[in-house]
């Protein structure tokens, strides 16, 4: 177990549901994110937190809302969402450092994943 | 036609041999590397690291090697065991005034054979 846990591990839905990821960690960490793996492309980052702020969303369409209420707790709601949108979603969580503070190597730690088919 | 699925380069070994994984990375200013391993229904499971003032970096029978003139990483597996068959991914770091963000390879996937 990496300590970062993530529930549920299967999710089936229909595009017009309304369903949220979720991810906890018990690392101590202060960052959080959230990657999509699908059979097609490489493993792609979608939202950053640091400290319970988004700091990056990377062109992620708005059926997906990520939301971050503290630095243990990661939150993906999706809303109608597409069969492409079919894929294992990933959470992680890392030390980060501070803006500003020298830059820090800090590996992810990765939780099991929801594989998430869209019917 | 469309593509079914990512085509990922496979690796198959013999159980006892040595395996090497290979991973070409785009961004010459990369300072950080990491291995990962992902074994079917897990997450990416951290292997080992290293940073760009190395070259070579060995860990419990794996060693990674990081050649920053041609933006080459590789990582060896020494006595290849059944239980390490699974997708490597190589992901160098993208750094923001946090830290760093990963930007992960496509994955090779390795096979053991008995």
């Known amino acids: 177990e990496t300590g970062v846990t993530q529930t549920p591990r299967h999710l089936v839905m229909g595009m017009t549901n309304k369903k949220s990821l979720k991810c906890e960690q018990h690392?101590?960490?202060?960052?959080m994110y959230w990657y999509k793996q699908s059979a097609k492309k490489p493993l792609e980052l979608m939202f950053v937190?640091?400290?319970?702020?988004?700091?990056e969303n990377n062109s992620v369409p708005s059926r997906f809302s990520p939301e971050c209420p503290n630095s243990s707790h990661l939150f993906l709601h999706l809303h109608t969402l597409q069969p492409e949108d079919s894929a294992l979603y990933l959470c992680?969580?890392?030390?980060?450092?501070?803006?500003?503070?020298?830059?820090?190597?800090?590996?992810?730690?990765f939780g099991p994943g929801t594989r998430l088919t869209v019917l | 036609g469309e593509s079914v699925g990512l085509h990922l380069p496979t690796l198959s070994v013999q159980e006892g041999d040595n395996s090497i994984i290979n991973c070409a990375y785009s961004n010459s200013a990369s300072d950080y590397f990491i291995w990962y391993k992902q074994e079917s229904g897990k997450g990416p499971q951290f292997i080992i690291d290293i940073r760009s003032n190395m070259d070579k970096r060995q860990g419990q029978r794996v060693t990674v090697l990081l050649n920053k003139t041609v933006k080459h990483l590789s990582l060896q597996i020494a006595a290849t065991q059944p239980g390490d068959s699974a997708v490597y991914f190589c992901a160098e770091a993208v750094r923001d005034n946090y830290g760093q963000n990963f930007v992960f390879g496509p994955g090779t996937r390795l096979s053991v054979l008995p």
């Open positions: 992680a969580s890392s030390h980060r450092g501070l803006a500003g503070v020298p830059p820090s190597y800090n590996e992810q730690f």
């Open positions: 937190y640091n400290f319970k702020e988004q700091t």
């Open positions: 690392l101590g960490h202060n960052a």
